[in-house]
């Protein structure tokens, strides 16, 4: 069974320090991981995923996380926060038939 | 080709009544996501197809929801005797044998008064 905790409902962090959204994950088969991002009444927008290969996974708009197998981690961060990155932020497992399994969401505010 | 569409954007309907929603995938997914996400909260899986089989059904599908995909393109998503508790927002999804292109749509948001 795959199921996903993200740790902290809520992050505040000030304008230009760093962003850390943790996400930690369970799996019965070898974990496809993705972060998502989705803004007031809009849909989910892909940040970065990962599949295979390399372990530090680099995405849009500044944002990178990096697969931990030994820790069944996949932790979000980026190293300077703009204020347009307050949004609620979701990370994923996928299936045996790519259905995702996402957890309860990280709020992100920055603080200018 | 523009994506996951899916309609409508918004639904209002009455408590008791019955409603449908659509969601044409990418032209060449062959699979078809439903989810459901509730205000703070992350979506929740709820069905998918792989072209018109509908290969697995989440517990949160209760018998007021049936979903179908009859020729392997567009599904529709229909809920019988809505309850308040239904209010939420319905994203469908798409995507071919892996997860790489898989897309999501912009969902419907339905409220039940």
């Known amino acids: 069974a795959q199921s996903v905790t993200q740790l902290g409902s809520h992050v505040s962090v000030s304008e230009g320090a760093l962003v850390l959204l943790r996400c930690n994950y369970s799996s019965s088969v070898p974990p496809y991981l993705f972060w998502y991002v989705q803004y007031p009444n809009q849909g989910l927008q892909l940040l970065l995923k990962y599949t295979t290969g390399a372990t530090l996974v680099k995405g849009i708009n500044g944002f990178e996380a990096e697969f931990k197998k030994s820790e069944t981690s996949f932790h979000l961060t980026k190293p300077s926060a703009h204020m347009s990155d307050a949004a609620e932020y979701f990370c994923a497992v996928s299936g045996s038939g790519n259905q995702f399994y996402f957890g309860t969401g990280t709020s992100l505010t920055v603080i200018p | 080709d523009t994506g996951v569409s899916q309609d409508p954007r918004h639904k209002i309907t009455k408590r008791g009544q019955n409603v449908t929603f659509r969601c044409d995938p990418i032209?060449?997914?062959?699979?078809l996501y439903w989810y459901r996400q509730t205000l703070g909260q992350g979506p929740e899986f709820l069905t998918y197809f792989q072209n018109e089989a509908q290969l697995e059904k989440s517990r949160l599908l209760s018998d007021r929801f049936s979903a179908e995909r009859p020729k392997g393109s567009f599904s529709t998503l229909e809920i019988q005797r809505t309850e308040q508790g239904d209010s939420a927002m319905y994203l469908c999804?798409?995507?071919?044998?892996?997860?790489?292109?898989?897309?999501f749509g912009s969902g419907t948001r339905l409220t039940v008064v």
């Open positions: 032209s060449e997914h062959n699979r």
């Open positions: 999804a798409s995507s071919g044998e892996t997860v790489y292109g898989y897309t």
